[in-house]
């Protein structure tokens, strides 16, 4: 849909939104039981924070003077989030796979024929060791408290789930995860270093909150958000049927002139002038809305400042309409990260 008010209507009307979130699919038998699991994540995640920075400022630290993008960004994050993706005790073959798929295409669907057969190599593989894990787990006796995400999963999945849903629930968990933050954080890299006043490589004048939010609503990395329509319903004067899947695009909503002052335009300053910014939604919106979104935009905040502290960034100069299959991706780049080397000297 590219009218905003009845797009808006659409995701906020509540037969649209009756039933289950298309997210979690068929893996969750209701709707409480897809809040409990998205309300219990988004815990694990605000908990494991200060981790997170630390972990982020470590894997920075490793980054090269010259990084490809925007796979680097997913690369950042798992390995800052590792622990709490698969605690550090548990299966280190299950941990490399996991790393492996970042690398391997699995995170968003691959433009190319060839490409998507080698990640569908990976995606199995992962898919095979991830349900052993899971097999695994659920033997263990005694009490149980999350040591991570898949056992944040299991323990509030009915007890009536198959090992394979469970294993699927956790596997799209993590990968949203990581994809979301690290190609949100690519997006916010790249922006940034191209529309930087006074050049790229050059830090940037704008408090991070407010580029992270504007390269979100310039490029959100959801491109549509969609669901089927339960029963026949009109919306503009249209009648869908039941089972239409009627789509809305976040990225269109972002930049329509009536509601935005200069949507065109890269200008995270637009966030201090309430007056400049219309409808805002990067994860979607409504009820079926992100349940994470805030701690994934802290997150891309915690990595940005990390990347650009005492440091100079620079990109080449790069296109920035993205690649499209199932996301909404940057295309390859390449990030100059360069820190200034402080030499101290001791008076004799």
């Known amino acids: 849909m590219k009218d905003t008010e009845l797009a808006l209507g659409v995701l906020n009307d509540p037969v649209f939104n009756t039933g289950r979130s298309p997210f979690f699919g068929d893996l969750l038998p209701t709707r409480s039981a897809q809040v409990v699991l998205g309300r219990e994540v988004r815990q694990a995640l605000r908990a494991y924070e200060p981790a997170f920075r630390v972990r982020m400022e470590d894997a920075v630290a490793r980054l090269p003077v010259a990084s490809p993008w925007p796979v680097t960004g997913p690369d950042l994050v798992f390995r800052a989030a590792a622990d709490l993706l698969l605690h550090p005790d548990a299966a280190p073959p299950l941990r490399r796979l996991m790393h492996r798929a970042v690398h391997g295409g699995v995170l968003v669907r691959q433009p190319r024929v060839w490409q998507r057969a080698r990640a569908e190599v990976v995606r199995a593989g992962l898919v095979k060791a991830t349900l052993a894990h899971v097999r695994e787990r659920r033997r263990e006796t005694g009490p149980r408290r999350p040591r991570d995400l898949l056992d944040t999963v299991l323990l509030a999945c009915p007890d009536d789930r198959t090992d394979r849903a469970v294993a699927d629930l956790y596997r799209l968990i993590h990968q949203s995860v990581v994809r979301n933050v690290g190609y949100a954080l ?11 006043p006074g050049g790229a490589s050059r830090p940037w004048p704008w408090p991070t909150d407010r580029l992270v939010r504007e390269a979100a609503r310039y490029r959100p990395m959801v491109w549509m958000v969609g669901r089927r329509v339960p029963r026949p319903l009109d919306y503009g004067g249209i009648r869908f049927p039941a089972g239409t899947i009627l789509s809305v695009s976040p990225y269109l909503l972002h930049h329509d002139e009536r509601r935005w002052t200069g949507p065109r335009v890269f200008d995270p300053d637009r966030w201090s002038r309430p007056d400049a910014c219309g409808p805002y939604l990067p994860f979607s919106a409504g009820p079926f809305a992100c349940a994470a979104a805030a701690v994934a935009h802290s997150m891309v905040g915690t990595a940005v400042d990390r990347i650009g502290e005492g440091a100079r960034l620079s990109v080449p100069p790069s296109a920035v309409h993205p690649v499209v299959t199932d996301a909404a991706v940057p295309r390859p780049f ?8 402080l030499h101290r000297t001791t008076a004799s």
């Open 186 to 196: 690519a997006w916010s890299l790249l922006l940034a270093c191209l529309h930087a």
């Open 334 to 341: 390449v990030l100059h990260r360069t820190t200034a080397v």
